[in-house]
């Protein structure tokens, strides 16, 4: 199947799950007492998280966390806050490390001709060494105009490599492609994985015989 490059794609969010808003009753043993708590779920999930990237079990996180709201008669929300706090750290550090800015920089670290490829299957950024592939192949310089005038297309579906990439646990796909500019084509074959960042969803495409 061939899949030819356009424009961009929206990104669904699953926001909320049943099973997170039911609650489980756990004794917790702090500093030798036994303390019952009732948590959602998902709180118990991130508190064991929180623990085990302390390396601490979930009483002594639960005594840090409470020590530090001055053992407040209201430890479940304390904990709650603690849990949220945490999330909110992580994820403004992995929003940092998965960018385009950080793809566009695994691509400049690359020594063979590469690029990242959107869901839209809209061309993000590319590395020098696809810059120089592209003159050499094509007549064109690689200025803005120029880019507009290559076309892109792939083998398989871009979707079905999502798809697959997933399915395979990110295993590369290979496929072929094909670039042209005016009358002037270039086949190639790419290995593709999927970009370390979340949205929008990137294929990170590596050319292997340039």
Do not use: Y
């Given at each position: 199947m061939n899949d030819n490059a356009t424009a961009?794609?929206?990104v669904g969010t699953n926001i909320l799950s049943v099973d997170d808003l039911l609650t489980d009753f756990r004794v917790v043993v702090r500093q030798g007492s036994r303390r019952g708590i009732r948590l959602e779920r998902l709180f118990w999930v991130t508190l064991k998280q929180l623990a085990e990237?302390?390396?601490m079990t979930i009483g002594e996180m639960v005594e840090e966390i409470?020590?530090?709201n001055g053992d407040t008669s209201n430890l479940a929300s304390a904990i709650r806050v603690a849990c949220l706090r945490w999330m909110a750290?992580?994820?403004a550090?992995?929003?940092q490390l998965a960018s385009l800015r950080t793809v566009s920089s695994i691509?400049?670290?690359c020594p063979a001709p590469a690029f990242a490829l959107s869901s839209a299957k809209k061309i993000l950024a590319f590395n020098p060494a696809f810059q120089i592939l592209v003159r050499r192949q094509l007549p064109?310089?690689?200025?803005a105009d120029?880019?507009?005038e290559l076309r892109l297309s792939l083998d398989l579906n871009v979707a079905d490599i999502f798809a697959r990439l997933s399915a395979n646990e990110g295993v590369p796909i290979a496929s072929g492609f094909v670039i042209g500019a005016a009358e002037r084509r270039y086949r190639g074959q790419l290995n593709i994985v999927r970009a370390p960042i979340k949205a929008p969803k990137v294929l990170l495409s590596f050319v292997v015989n340039g």
């Open positions: 961009a794609a929206p990237q302390n390396r409470a020590q530090a750290d992580q994820n550090e992995l929003n691509l400049g670290a064109v310089s690689f200025g120029a880019q507009r």
